[in-house]
């Protein structure tokens, strides 16, 4: 059963405007949410993460939320931008599990000119 | 720094046949991560080792996925037979242990079973 889900596998956003990629889970136990970045022919690449004592955590362009009443979490792109065209995947790590991560199936974001 | 090196990068066989990926992870690390991402599931994780020694397979889908890391700096995914249910891109990823530590990933294999 997915513990870490992302129900958009696609989202399509303006050069210059915000991205917004959602994430849910599952599993209660997790504390630790990170967001990978992935492109073509290429291996996922870690892009920011956050504790779950936090509630946001920011690096540059790229922001993420975490709201543990929901069990969700959701990254901010601002301003997007072309080259930030990718597939983007959430996953998440409780400390019972060490560093054994539970990964979504991935939103591809496709920024337009 | 080389980076988590995967081969072959791509791999197409027939069903039946044994596949052998292999993969050598960033110097230093002592955790290293088989997955296996498909479009239904996203990135799975199959197995992986702490120190050599597997920790946690209970991702591994049948008794025809096998894994083996016989020292800190190889590791491979073997699947014999193979089936055409088992084409997906396969990672391997390796980290420094415990913690929160980042995950490098390989580029990956993609693997073909006609």
């Known amino acids: 059963d997915q513990q870490v889900k992302q129900n958009s596998p696609s989202l399509s956003v303006q050069e210059g405007r915000i991205s917004i990629l959602n994430c849910d889970y599952t599993?209660?136990?997790?504390?630790?949410f990170l967001w990978y970045k992935k492109y073509p022919a290429e291996g996922p690449t870690f892009l920011i993460s956050?504790?779950?004592?936090?509630d946001k955590n920011e690096d540059g362009r790229f922001t993420v939320f975490l709201n543990k009443s929901a069990k969700h979490l959701s990254l901010h792109i601002v301003p997007s931008q072309p080259g930030d065209s990718a597939v983007y995947f959430c996953?998440?790590?409780?400390?019972?599990?060490?560093?054994?991560?539970?990964f979504g199936t991935g939103t591809r974001l496709t920024v337009i000119p | 720094d080389a980076g988590v090196i995967q081969s072959p990068r791509h791999e197409v066989t027939e069903m039946g046949q044994e596949v052998t990926l292999r993969c050598k992870p960033i110097?230093?690390?002592?955790?290293l991560f088989w997955y296996r991402q498909t479009m239904m599931r996203g990135l799975e994780l199959l197995i992986y080792?702490?120190?050599?020694?597997?920790?946690?397979d209970s991702g591994m889908p049948e008794d025809r996925f096998s894994a083996k890391m016989p020292n800190a700096s190889f590791s491979t995914l073997k699947i014999q037979p193979s089936e055409p249910r088992d084409s997906a891109v396969y990672f391997c990823?390796?980290?420094?242990?415990?913690?929160?530590?980042?995950?490098?990933f390989g580029p990956g294999t993609r693997l073909t079973v006609l």
């Open positions: 990823a390796s980290s420094l242990e415990g913690g929160y530590n980042e995950q490098f």
């Open positions: 599993n209660s136990m997790f504390d630790y």
């Open positions: 956050i504790s779950s004592i936090k």
């Open positions: 996953a998440a790590s409780a400390v019972s599990g060490a560093n054994n991560l539970f």
């Open positions: 110097s230093g690390h002592n955790s």
């Open positions: 080792f702490n120190n050599n020694v597997p920790i946690d």
